[in-house]
């Protein structure tokens, strides 16, 4: 009889378990190469391929590179800039404060939202810290290292894996080694691949009855949840037909970008140096001056000059690419280097960010409502207990369409006017233009005044009842009681 040695659940995978890192592993693998490429045209290391009739094997090498496609992100991406958290009930926000400085939030939103933009999504990870009595961790994850695995019908998520090297994980492993994370609603476990198996380094059994992991997705639709790039196959068509223009233009550089020039009826004599010998073809070129003889007949050779190649009708194609690169990714034509002979004005300039400011509406709406339940996650993780769902938390935003401060101020001065907002309001100072961090300021420089003002009358009203130290004491009267 063969005695079954079972596995120990804290040091070996389950069956699941394995198949479930087996599937993630295939989807993240399946989805890498797509993301790569896009990187690539955000970094302007694309491939770029020609048709193979006028660029020469000799240039093969050369490379040109327009940087649209990282514009066009980065600009959606100034537009999203989130400077708080706070309860709706107005209450104070202290532990959320504490929660976001802790992770530092902001700067990793910022980040999370240029990889959301280029590759589609991110995800943000919550989880409990190294440290006893620390805030919960809060990080963001590429999707270059981390998939999930979606329930469409629940719109929540059902597992997750997060693929990393060995030397980010533990001093003692080398960026060889690869360890991996499978998160589930009950527990996190943490693995390393050894010999084609797995040997699990840890178990966090945290029990939260939840996915700890949100994905930011960026141009979602019903039936894909995933989210897409807005490096879309148009930003990457348009891209490609202006690399090879520029390409173009660079090649016509080298052919014919000296003129060409032509002598009628001239001797060998002028195409040989004082020594008899033939010169080459670049030094009859750029001579200054061409001494040449009258031939027997007496008549003067006839120099002339072929017309220069002009590359003003590549760069008329190259603003036709950036007119409609602009309408793909909503950017007024200057952004990406198109001007007229006519500047616009300011208010022509401010009406043609309506598409850009439209869409960095939209993202700020999606984009907040996954800030908002990670950080409902952060403080899940913190109490071991869900949140009370009836205290909703509100991400604060900046106004994503950059207002001057003097149409801030004005629009804010009358709603206060109009009695629609108290003149001590923190909504006032938002309206204004105020950061977080200047309306804090300002309301402990009110909290200052106030307290110096009941200092002052509670000074004046002591001194009112305390009467003069040289006062004389009141005499009786002689004639009292009689």
Not at 63 to 86: K, M, N, S, Y
Not at 228 to 236: C, D, F, G, H, L
Request: proline content about 5%; hydrophobic content about 40%; glycine content about 8%.
């Amino acid at each position: 009889m063969t005695a079954v040695i079972p596995e120990l659940r804290l040091l070996s995978l389950s069956d699941d378990e394995r198949a479930l890192i087996a599937a993630l592993k295939s989807d993240l693998s399946g989805h890498r190469v797509g993301l790569e490429l896009l990187d690539a045209y955000f970094n302007g290391e694309q491939l770029v391929r020609d048709l193979g009739i006028s660029i020469p094997p000799q240039l093969k090498g050369l490379h040109t590179i327009i940087g649209w496609p990282r514009i066009g992100v980065e600009a959606l991406e100034q537009r999203l800039d989130l400077e708080a958290f706070r309860w709706a009930d107005g209450s104070g926000g202290v532990e959320l404060d504490e929660i976001a400085e802790a992770n530092n939030w902001f700067d990793e939103a910022s980040l999370a939202h240029l990889d959301a933009l280029t590759y589609g999504r991110e995800y943000v990870v919550a989880g409990s810290a190294d440290k006893e009595d620390a805030p919960p961790l809060v990080t963001f994850e590429s999707p270059l290292d981390m998939t999930m695995l979606w329930d469409a019908r629940g719109r929540v998520g059902l597992a997750a894996y997060r693929e990393s090297r060995g030397d980010r994980y533990d001093g003692s492993l080398t960026s060889k080694d690869r360890v991996i994370s499978l998160m589930t609603p009950l527990e996190t476990v943490t693995a390393l691949e050894v010999d084609g198996g797995w040997e699990v380094l840890s178990r966090d059994e945290h029990r939260l009855g939840v996915l700890p992991v949100l994905r930011m997705a960026n141009r979602q639709r019903t039936a894909d949840r995933v989210g897409k790039s807005e490096i879309t196959p148009e930003v990457r068509s348009i891209t490609d037909a202006a690399c090879r223009r520029l390409m173009g233009i660079e090649v016509a550089a080298e052919f014919f970008g000296a003129p060409g020039r032509y002598i009628l009826g001239a001797s060998e004599s002028a195409f040989q140096d004082a020594e008899g010998n033939t010169k080459s073809a670049w030094e009859t070129y750029i001579g200054r001056v061409l001494a040449l003889e009258r031939d027997e007949d007496g008549q003067v050779p006839t120099v002339g000059q072929f017309t220069a190649h002009d590359p003003s009708g590549q760069t008329k194609i190259i603003d036709l690419y950036a007119r409609i690169m602009a309408t793909q990714l909503g950017l007024p034509p200057h952004m990406l280097g198109y001007t007229s002979d006519n500047p616009a004005s300011a208010d022509a300039i401010r009406s043609s960010e309506g598409m850009l400011v439209k869409k960095a509406e939209r993202r700020i709406r999606r984009f907040g409502a996954t800030h908002r339940e990670a950080m409902r996650l952060a403080l899940w993780v913190r109490d071991g207990k869900e949140p009370d769902p009836a205290r909703r938390i509100d991400a604060v935003w900046r106004n994503p369409a950059t207002p001057t401060l003097a149409a801030q101020t004005d629009a804010a001065v009358k709603m206060v006017q109009a009695g629609l907002l108290p003149a001590d309001s923190d909504v006032a100072l938002e309206m204004a233009g105020l950061t977080e961090d200047q309306r804090q300021r300002v309301a402990a420089e009110r909290r200052r005044a106030q307290g110096r003002q009941a200092l002052e009358r509670l000074t004046a009203a002591g001194a009112e009842e305390t009467p003069p130290p040289n006062a004389d004491p009141e005499e009786p009267d002689d004639n009292e009681g009689l």
